[in-house]
Nanobody, 123 residues
């Protein structure tokens, strides 16, 4: 399987970005997907995920500002990010978990990762 992220960039505080993650290859038909981010010197942080049944979870830092969605074919994952703050600056990663369970906040459960897309937020 392969994941390719896009949509990162530089915005001013209060701005918006929409990240995309295209999944392809031998990933099966039942999987969870999620978004994580990692800033320099910090641990990888879970943002949001979607389970095979469509249930979505958000980290507290994302609630009310970020919206996760998926296309009907489940081949592309999106993360709409609004009201961005300097603290949101990081490399953002898409991940996929081929197990059939609920989506996880723990990065260790995910089998596949994208290369990341950089988000920069200036104050």
């Amino acid at each position: 399987g392969q994941l390719v992220e896009s949509g990162g960039g530089s915005v001013q505080s209060g701005g918006s970005l929409r990240l995309s993650c295209a999944a392809s290859g031998n990933i099966g038909s039942v999987f969870s997907m999620g978004w994580f981010r990692q800033a320099p010197g910090k641990e990888r942080e879970w943002i949001s995920c979607i389970a095979p049944d469509g249930r979505i979870k958000y980290a507290d830092s994302a609630k009310g500002r970020f919206t996760l969605s998926q296309d009907s074919a489940k081949s592309t994952l999106y993360l709409q990010m609004n009201s961005l703050e300097p603290g949101d600056a990081a490399m953002y990663y898409c991940a996929l978990d081929t197990s059939a369970g609920p989506c996880s906040e723990y990065h260790g459960y995910y089998n596949y990762w994208g290369q990341g897309t950089q988000v920069t937020v200036s104050s």
